[in-house]
């Protein structure tokens, strides 16, 4: 059974830090391309950070650029999202998203709140 589950998200505070996971099962993560999205109260879903396995490389949307770091453990099958100085705007539901040209597969979310 194919499964993304996010975990990590929670309230804090603004310049806080919170570390999400996106544990995969089902499929091998290190042949997908991993991103993050989110989606803020009353907004649509955007996309905060994609990582290549291949490649190793990174991309961030610009309002978490040197804020957020995406990896993964290829061994755990899990992708990470270090997510440092926080801002009350970064107040989402955090989506993990494995992508190929056969699947697309999406985690049930996880919270982020930051408080000012």
């Known amino acids: 059974q194919v499964q993304l589950v996010e975990s990590g998200g929670g309230l804090v505070q603004a310049g806080g830090s919170l570390r999400l996971s996106c544990a995969a099962s089902g499929f091998t993560l290190s042949t997908s391309v991993m991103s993050w999205y989110r989606q803020p109260p009353g907004k649509a879903r955007e996309l905060v950070a994609t990582?290549?396995?291949?490649?190793?490389?990174?991309n961030y949307a610009d309002s978490v650029k040197g804020r957020f770091t995406v990896s993964r453990d290829n061994a755990k099958n899990t992708m990470y999202l270090q997510m440092n100085s926080l801002k009350p705007e970064d107040t989402a539901v955090y989506y993990c998203n494995a992508k190929t040209a056969w699947y697309n597969y999406w985690g049930q979310g996880t919270q982020v709140t930051v408080s000012s």
């Open positions: 990582g290549t396995s291949s490649s190793g490389s990174t």
